[in-house]
């Protein structure tokens, strides 16, 4: 047994940045995660092996669609559904291990089982009881089932996007509760792959909280691709069947009832923090109606020496907030100052094409009543975007309309998960729309189509 100066229970984004900005801090560090591999949710059954699945199935896409019209002619690949998961589950291995890597680099003790608080500066992982002057709980979220709705989830019929990542086979027919970002980043997967996938969302949107304009244009593109979507209707109940599923759901704007059969039904409502077993109501943690952990604006718990991040505190279950938390908490318990800006954290879905946004909408700005002005500019007048059959969607940038400070970016198109960053680091150093349209952008790439939704805040785009 081993005296620690911290204990980070969990080894998602949040945990495992944490456990390694503490080493790198000087602080005696270990890490508690009972998976036989690190990282978490997002490294082993979220963020990175959908995006492996997103590039195999957009380059299916590509072969199928554009190939022809590049001059590159053939007969279209075949779908070896085994093998496409075999290059997802070594994408997974690759990431894994390199966590495994880091955290011997910087010696940081992992400490493999289940862990549970017995008491503050105890940390108990199976017969063992670790002392540690502060633990950081990163244990973030899992899956949220259908609210008021009889569903069971089997991994096999009814599914989440852990099973969603490793079906038998490709199911003829999907349907997907809810249509937020996993229930249509996994859709487009199997839409590609020729499922016919149908939406069931309880709102009358898509993405919730996102640019009304975006909203409207996504959906649009996303129906083009072939999916189906229905808005506005509560799901009843999933009843599986021998090998299949009926879903069961009630429109809300005339309470009709309607039935719908899949092979696969894939449950994507959202996400839950994950807690259980930690102890926590035996220590007398506060805990807010929604299951989170309540932390201080230091990420402190009530009880002293108890801090959470991530998924299981408030704010956007995201892996990027919860490593910036991660990194601000470690900051904070070796006596620095950690600072975490909540205002600008992007948010990306990763379908094609992608859509990313950061700060304030449309819609937020006229609830506080704030005056801005819009700059937007489409893809069709970029000239890299046309070349590579990405010319639809747009750039939007929201400025004050005073003092032409940027106050939000909502980018539809080729690459918008990476393009939104440019406007992040504006954000952050209180730049002006002006500032970024009078800064040189290389041509041609997408990027310059952010420049150009800039120089609309102000006398005008130029390409448009």
Same mark, same amino acid.
Request: charged fraction near 20%; aromatic fraction near 6%; hydrophobic fraction near 40%.
């Given at each position: 047994?081993?005296? !620690?100066?911290?204990?980070?229970?969990?080894?998602?984004?949040?945990? !495992?940045?944490?456990?390694?900005?503490?080493?790198?801090?000087?602080?005696?560090?270990?890490?508690?995660? @009972?998976?036989?591999?690190?990282?978490?949710?997002?490294?082993?059954?979220?963020?990175?092996?959908?995006?492996?699945?997103?590039?195999?199935?957009?380059?299916?896409?590509?072969?199928?669609?554009?190939? +022809?019209?590049?001059?590159?002619?053939?007969?279209?690949?075949?779908? *070896?559904?085994?093998?496409?998961? %075999? !290059?997802?589950?070594?994408?997974?291995?690759?990431?894994?291990?390199?966590?495994? &890597?880091?955290?011997?680099?910087?010696?940081?003790?992992?400490?493999?089982?289940?862990?549970?608080?017995?008491?503050?500066?105890?940390?108990?992982?199976?017969?063992?009881?670790?002392?540690?002057?502060?633990?950081?709980?990163?244990?973030?979220?899992?899956?949220?089932?259908?609210?008021?709705?009889?569903?069971?989830?089997?991994?096999?019929? $009814?599914?989440?996007?852990?099973?969603?990542?490793?079906?038998?086979?490709?199911?003829?027919?999907?349907?997907?509760? @809810? +249509?937020?970002?996993?229930?249509?980043?996994?859709?487009?997967?199997?839409?590609?792959?020729?499922?016919?996938?149908?939406?069931?969302?309880?709102?009358?949107?898509?993405?919730?909280?996102? *640019?009304?304009?975006?909203?409207? #244009?996504?959906?649009?593109?996303?129906?083009?691709?072939?999916?189906?979507?229905?808005?506005?209707?509560?799901?009843?109940?999933?009843?599986?069947?021998?090998?299949?599923?009926?879903?069961?759901?009630?429109?809300?704007?005339?309470?009709?009832?309607?039935?719908?059969?899949?092979? $696969?039904?894939?449950?994507?409502?959202?996400?839950?923090?994950?807690?259980?077993?930690?102890?926590?109501?035996?220590?007398?943690?506060?805990?807010?109606?929604?299951?989170?952990?309540?932390? *201080?604006?230091?990420?402190?718990?009530?009880?002293?020496?108890?801090?959470?991040?991530?998924?299981?505190?408030?704010?956007?279950?995201?892996?990027?907030?919860?490593?910036?938390?991660?990194?601000?908490?470690?900051?904070?318990?070796?006596?620095?100052?950690?600072?975490?800006?909540?205002?600008?954290?992007?948010?990306?879905?990763?379908?094609?094409?992608?859509? %990313?946004?950061?700060?304030?909408?449309?819609?937020?700005?006229?609830?506080?009543?704030?005056?801005?002005?819009?700059?937007?500019?489409? &893809?069709?007048?970029?000239?890299?975007?046309?070349?590579?059959?990405?010319?639809?969607?747009?750039?939007?940038?929201?400025?004050?309309?005073? #003092? *032409?400070?940027?106050? @939000? %970016?909502?980018?539809?198109?080729?690459?918008?998960?990476?393009?939104?960053?440019?406007?992040? $680091? %504006?954000?952050? &150093?209180?730049?002006?729309?002006?500032?970024?349209?009078?800064?040189?952008?290389?041509?041609?790439?997408?990027?310059?189509?952010?420049?150009?939704?800039?120089?609309?805040?102000?006398?005008?785009?130029?390409?448009?």
């Amino acid at each position: 047994m081993a005296n !620690y100066d911290v204990i980070v229970i969990g080894s998602g984004p949040g945990g !495992y940045v944490a456990a390694i900005r503490c080493a790198q801090l000087g602080l005696k560090t270990a890490c508690v995660e @009972g998976r036989e591999t690190l990282g978490g949710t997002c490294l082993n059954v979220g963020c990175i092996p959908s995006k492996a699945l997103l590039h195999a199935s957009h380059q299916l896409h590509e072969a199928e669609h554009n190939f +022809a019209k590049m001059g590159l002619k053939g007969k279209s690949p075949t779908v *070896d559904w085994p093998q496409m998961l %075999a !290059y997802k589950n070594d994408v997974i291995s690759q990431n894994t291990k390199g966590i495994e &890597f880091l955290f011997k680099k910087n010696k940081v003790d992992w400490l493999k089982g289940w862990g549970t608080i017995p008491a503050a500066g105890k940390v108990q992982v199976g017969e063992e009881i670790h002392e540690t002057k502060n633990i950081i709980i990163a244990s973030g979220s899992t899956p949220a089932s259908v609210p008021g709705a009889e569903v069971t989830i089997d991994e096999k019929i $009814v599914v989440t996007s852990t099973g969603a990542l490793e079906l038998g086979k490709i199911p003829k027919k999907m349907v997907v509760i @809810g +249509a937020g970002v996993i229930g249509l980043e996994m859709g487009s997967v199997y839409a590609r792959l020729g499922t016919e996938v149908h939406v069931v969302e309880f709102l009358d949107h898509i993405t919730p909280g996102m *640019d009304g304009e975006v909203q409207k #244009t996504f959906l649009r593109l996303l129906k083009r691709q072939g999916m189906n979507f229905t808005l506005g209707a509560a799901v009843q109940k999933v009843e599986t069947l021998k090998t299949k599923a009926k879903v069961t759901y009630k429109l809300r704007k005339n309470d009709a009832e309607a039935t719908m059969d899949a092979d $696969v039904v894939l449950v994507a409502t959202g996400r839950k923090p994950y807690t259980d077993g930690l102890g926590l109501q035996a220590l007398g943690v506060q805990m807010s109606p929604r299951g989170q952990i309540q932390t *201080d604006a230091q990420w402190r718990t009530n009880v002293p020496g108890i801090y959470a991040i991530g998924d299981c505190i408030d704010g956007p279950m995201l892996a990027h907030k919860a490593e910036d938390e991660g990194m601000a908490t470690a900051e904070v318990i070796a006596g620095k100052h950690g600072h975490v800006n909540y205002n600008v954290i992007p948010g990306v879905i990763y379908t094609h094409p992608e859509v %990313a946004n950061v700060g304030a909408t449309e819609e937020q700005l006229k609830q506080e009543g704030q005056a801005y002005k819009v700059g937007k500019f489409s &893809f069709m007048g970029n000239g890299r975007a046309k070349a590579v059959f990405a010319g639809e969607g747009f750039v939007k940038i929201l400025a004050d309309k005073t #003092t *032409d400070r940027i106050l @939000g %970016a909502h980018i539809i198109g080729p690459a918008a998960g990476d393009l939104i960053h440019e406007i992040c $680091v %504006a954000m952050e &150093f209180g730049a002006s729309a002006e500032d970024l349209a009078l800064t040189c952008h290389a041509h041609p790439t997408y990027s310059e189509a952010v420049r150009e939704a800039a120089l609309a805040c102000g006398d005008g785009p130029i390409h448009m």
